[in-house]
């Protein structure tokens, strides 16, 4: 879908930690952050959806170098006033829009209900263009 409509469609990941479910999803969200300050996120947060079930400092870690991240970055970067201050933003802005779990998407400023097939999502996109 995203290949198929990329001059149309923007996909932007927002971070969720679901804190009260889990409590190494804020951690989770900060190393993740701290990848993508090198350029890894994607890898970064596939490598933990594979992982889920074994969150912990030593996996992040293991992650990063697996990635071939600068380690001391890394561990700067997933503790600093930036990926506190960019996580707490995209939780306000999923409060603001009554957001409570994951994963949802939007289409312009509709929440969309989820899941969705890809039929699903090419009829959403031609009501939107039309």
Excluded: C
């Amino acid at each position: 879908f995203m290949d198929k409509h990329s001059d149309q469609v923007t996909l932007v990941y927002k971070h969720l930690p679901l804190t009260q479910i889990h409590a190494q999803a804020l951690p989770a969200a900060q190393a993740a952050w701290a990848a993508f300050q090198q350029g890894k996120f994607w890898e970064y947060e596939d490598a933990l959806f594979e992982q889920q079930n074994n969150l912990d400092e030593e996996l992040y870690v293991a992650i990063a170098q697996d990635l071939n991240l600068d380690l001391e970055q890394f561990n700067r970067d997933r503790i600093s006033v930036g990926a506190e201050a960019a996580i707490r933003d995209d939780l306000k802005l999923a409060q603001s829009l009554g957001l409570n779990g994951t994963p949802f998407f939007m289409l312009n400023t509709e929440v969309l209900q989820v899941p969705l097939n890809l039929s699903e999502m090419e009829s959403i996109l031609a009501q939107v263009k039309s």
